[in-house]
């Protein structure tokens, strides 16, 4: 039996049985949704990316899952019922992740419309950029063709969108074994638009760009970030401006530093666009903050929100190191009464690793910081409290003394 033939076979009786080890088990039934290859006592004959039932070691069913051949995420449960009609369990869980964003998500075009685990659909991230959705396939079950399907029907029916793009990361295809493929469009056929997001405009280019094309996960920290800011404000790590536009109208002055250039071009463009002026500086943002630092340059607003430093867990000691070289510099550059926002993107740093590390910059600075506000990402990133690799984003806005 291929893969979509036993994804799409609504009865497909009997599954392939994937059997876990005790400590697998007592993952699922505490809430988790996943199951690593190591607690994978059997597999049976499951082939790569198939709907399989999951049992314990003695053979007691725990759930549907999706099954990968070589992600160390051997299972993603899809539900506890062992005899889920998995098309049916798709559409609704694509219809929730629709409702959950009516409910929650304000004053944006622009925003998250599934996320993976967080809505029930490993594997599958969809954004929606005004009216182009990008789509990433993360694993081998969501990259069959009968799912592909059901996605892109569900999701023109309900979004009505102009066009969909699929953003291919190669890595990830590679891990999970899947034949290489080229990101582009799979519906309609405009590629760029203009996005708005708390009045805010933005060029957006669905096949350019980091991500699917913005930090989407950042937009409620811009609102929150711009009710403080004020004076001269540095955005350290800009990429298309998403801060330091939202700063501006409130500012004396902005300053944007990326090491990208294109991300600067496109940083330009939506300056230009919302009739702002910033200046953008290209260079790497630690040998900048060593320079201005020492040349006593002083602002009264930085925002830093670097890449993830810590990718793994092996990263974490050297990741430290950097936010903290990064939050000391910017501490030091503050005026009295000034505010940092300071972010972290790593799962793998943790809220008390990050505010040890801000409270141990605050005493090297000779620094009194109050934490004003401690943020997390944007409501359509949603968070799911037993499984904590949802959680990764936070933003800390600190008052600087
Ligand atoms: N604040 C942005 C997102 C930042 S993502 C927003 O809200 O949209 C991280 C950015 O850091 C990327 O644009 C990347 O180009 C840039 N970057 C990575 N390493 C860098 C370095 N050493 N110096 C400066 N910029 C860097």
Known sequence: MTTKDNLMAENATPRFIVKVSPQGASRLKTGHLWVYRSDIVSSGDA?????VTVTDHRGKPLGTALYSSTSQIAIRLLSHDPAIDVSALLRQRIADAIAYREAVVRNTDAYRVI?????????????????????????????????????????????????????????????????????????????????????????????????TGAFLDQRENYSAAAQFARGDALDVFCYHGGFALHLAPHCSSVTG?????????????????????????????????????????????????PPAFAKTRRDLDAAMRGYKEL????????????????????????????LEMLASAGRDAHRQLRLVELRSQAKDHPILPGVPETSYLKCAIIFVS
């Open 257 to 305: 530093v990326d090491s990208s250039r294109p991300a600067l071009e496109a940083a330009d463009r939506n300056a230009e666009l919302n009739h702002q002026e910033v200046e953008w500086i290209e260079a790497n943002a630690f040998d900048l903050l060593k320079d201005y630092s020492a040349s006593d340059h002083l602002y009264d607003t930085i925002v830093l929100d």
């Open 115 to 211: 996320f993976s685990e967080a809505d029930g659909l490993p594997g599958l991230i969809v954004d929606r950029y005004s009216d182009i959705l990008t789509l990433q396939i993360l694993t081998q079950s969501i990259d069959s063709d009968p799912v592909r399907q059901l996605l892109v029907s569900e999701l023109s029916d309900r979004l009505k969108p102009n066009s969909i793009v699929e953003r291919v990361d190669p890595r990830v295809r590679e891990l999970e074994n899947l034949p290489p493929r080229d990101s582009g469009l799979i519906q309609g056929d405009k590629t760029s638009t203009v996005i708005t997001m708390n009045g805010i405009q933005f060029h957006h280019d669905a096949l350019q760009g980091q991500k």
């Open 327 to 354: 939050n000391l510099r910017a501490l030091k550059m503050l005026r009295p009464g000034g505010f940092l926002i300071s972010c972290s993107c790593s799962y793998h740093v943790s809220q008390s690793d990050f």
């Open 47 to 51: 082939p790569p990316g198939s709907v």
